[in-house]
């Protein structure tokens, strides 16, 4: 997922990437990630992506 609208030169709002790698993950996606991540300034904010990249909430699978 694309973090930074490159063109705007502006970070993507936090909302709109947790909706989009919501949608990734209800249409089947097991592996996701984003890009870039500015740790310095929390951008993405950690503490809304986190709901979907954390791997206490994933459903995994039986067996795998």
Same mark, same amino acid.
């Given at each position: &997922?694309? =973090?930074?609208?490159?063109q705007?030169? @502006?970070?993507?709002?936090?909302? #709109?990437? %947790?909706?989009?790698?919501?949608? #990734? %993950?209800? =249409?089947?996606?097991?592996?996701?990630?984003?890009?870039?991540d500015?740790?310095?300034?929390?951008?993405?904010? /950690? =503490? @809304?992506?986190? /709901?979907? &990249? =954390? @791997?206490? @909430?994933?459903?995994? &699978?039986?067996?795998?």
């Amino acid at each position: &997922m694309q =973090s930074y609208d490159w063109q705007k030169k @502006t970070w993507i709002q936090d909302k #709109v990437l %947790l909706e989009e790698l919501r949608d #990734v %993950l209800a =249409s089947g996606g097991r592996h996701i990630a984003y890009y870039p991540d500015n740790l310095w300034e929390d951008k993405p904010g /950690l =503490s @809304t992506i986190r /709901l979907e &990249m =954390s @791997t206490e @909430t994933y459903p995994f &699978m039986k067996g795998n």
